[in-house]
């Protein structure tokens, strides 16, 4: 079993910063892609970055220039820095990791979230 847990959320300001961190655990053969996506209540959820195993990034227009993401592969971990935030940043954010448990198999698999609040 493969599980993503994320940390690093919380209360910040608008304009401030904060790092999330997600780090994967259990049974890997490999893992492609990853990525952060945020969500709203109302609205889907949507992707704020994504990193292929290679280091290619890609961005959503509202965080570029903003937001960076990286990847640890000997760590199995992907990071989200989030600078200038603003209101708008506030949601919960999930990280997903394309992973190969084995050989032959290849899953989606999604942390559990962790709140970002960007508030006064």
């Known amino acids: 079993q493969v599980q993503l847990v994320e940390s690093g959320g919380g209360l910040v300001q608008p304009g401030g910063s904060l790092r999330l961190s997600c780090v994967a655990s259990g049974s890997i053969f490999s893992i492609n892609d990853m990525g952060w996506y945020r969500q709203v209540p109302g609205k889907q959820r949507e992707l704020v970055a994504d990193?292929?195993?290679?280091?290619?990034?890609n961005y959503a227009d509202f965080v570029k220039g903003r937001f960076t993401i990286a990847r640890d592969n000997a760590k199995k971990m992907v990071y989200l820095q989030m600078n200038s935030l603003k209101p708008e940043d506030t949601a919960v954010y999930y990280c997903k990791m394309m992973v190969w448990p084995n050989r032959w198999s290849q899953y989606d698999y999604w942390g559990q979230g962790t709140q970002v609040t960007v508030s006064s």
């Open positions: 990193i292929t195993s290679n280091g290619r990034t």
